[in-house]
């Protein structure tokens, strides 16, 4: 047998580290708790916040593959995650009769479309240096965003497209309780997104610590070294972009599922596209599960802050500047996010990992 290489050997060895250490305990443990809670806590606030937490995970992921490990600013992502939520959301509501089928046929042409655009934007932009490729993948951004606002024919506009699911997916599918808990369509429909999200999340984190995702990390870090070494840069990074793209888009289809309702605004929006580049940021570039964090971290701060508002009523009902106080929700988070980034420069994930490999490093000195 031959022997291995060093850095075959080092693989290896990375490889059962990744099986045995605390992060894959908690990966387990987390996964275990998105399967558990929607059975033991049988709200729909919880379990909507649960889905878009999941959904927005894998988007975010999708972004910092392009972002954090093949270092280009886009501020076109949205509209990747609206191709998918508008194919699904059209086709079904353009069918008269949605059948299972749409969904797979949505996808694929998703798929098309995440693909044909992310080649053009690669093409005409990665070429040039500068700010190019970002403020390409803004023009196009703005310009699907104008075309799904003026379209009504076709997108309903700012109306938006209401649309059901078929089969186990409808929300009217009922097959009886179990343990209590009802299984009906938005549960299936939950799950179905729980399993395809961690599909997805997996081929992510694949690809990145794939031959293809190292070469990716030469070329973010040092590009003259990466073309010196006679790595095609051009093609890496158009391959990473495509698959980038695809995979929001991917995440654009478990969104509509969830919601049953599109629109230009919630799909394609430039807010959109500034909450996913803030939930990179909180959670970690080039970490991919930073995602979870920033996720969690923006979906639950915009779910229960307006909440203040309540508690103010309910504990100072007379004090009205508690409750003025408490109507500043946005002005709270706000300041969360500047004391995140001010506490954890690279982020959640980044920031951690960082004190890890110095404490490490700090021991191999003493020893």
């Excluded at 610590?209 to 051009?234: C, E, M, W, Y």
């Excluded at 995979?247 to 807010?271: E, K, Q, T």
């Amino acid at each position: 047998m031959a022997e291995l290489t060093p850095v075959q050997a080092e693989r290896s060895r990375e490889q059962r580290a990744r099986f045995a250490g605390p992060a894959f305990l908690a990966q387990v443990l987390l996964l275990l708790a998105l399967i558990v809670i929607p059975l033991l806590i049988p709200s729909f606030r919880v379990l909507d916040v649960l889905a878009k937490i999941i959904i927005l995970t894998v988007a975010v992921a999708s972004y910092d593959l392009i972002l954090g490990y093949t270092g280009q600013l886009s501020l076109g992502h949205a509209m990747f995650f609206g191709f998918g939520a508008y194919s699904l959301a059209l086709v079904t509501y353009h069918s008269g009769s949605p059948q299972l089928y749409h969904i797979p046929v949505a996808a694929g042409i998703a798929i098309a479309l995440s693909v044909v655009s992310a080649l053009v934007i690669a093409f005409f932009s990665l070429r040039v240096k500068a700010i190019f490729f970002a403020m390409m993948t803004l023009a196009l951004a703005e310009f699907a965003h104008i075309l799904a606002v003026q379209w009504y024919d076709l997108t309903l506009a700012a109306d938006g497209v209401s649309f059901k699911l078929p089969g186990i997916f409808s929300v009217g599918w009922s097959a009886g309780k179990f343990l209590g808990v009802e299984l009906n369509g938005r549960l299936v429909t939950y799950y179905f997104i729980l399993i395809s999200s961690v599909l997805l999340f997996a081929g992510l984190l694949r690809f990145v610590r794939s031959p293809v995702g190292r070469v990716l990390k030469s070329i973010r870090d040092n590009r003259q070294r990466a073309v010196a070494l006679g790595f095609r840069t051009f093609r890496y990074e158009t391959f990473s972009i495509v698959f980038g793209s695809t995979v929001a888009s991917l995440a654009g289809i478990l969104f509509a599922m969830w919601l049953r309702y599109v629109n230009p605004d919630s799909v394609m929006s430039l807010a959109l596209m500034l909450n996913i580049l803030l939930m990179v940021i909180i959670g970690g570039l080039g970490t991919m599960y930073g995602a979870i964090i920033g996720a969690a971290f923006l979906q639950i701060a915009e779910t229960w802050l307006p909440d203040l508002q309540k508690l103010a009523v309910a504990f100072f009902p007379t004090n009205e500047i508690a409750q003025r106080l408490a109507e500043r929700w946005i002005l709270y988070f706000g300041i969360m996010f500047v004391l995140v980034v001010y506490f954890f420069p690279r982020g959640f994930v980044g920031t951690a990992r960082q004190l890890v490999k110095r404490h490490k490093t700090a021991k191999k000195g003493i020893a």
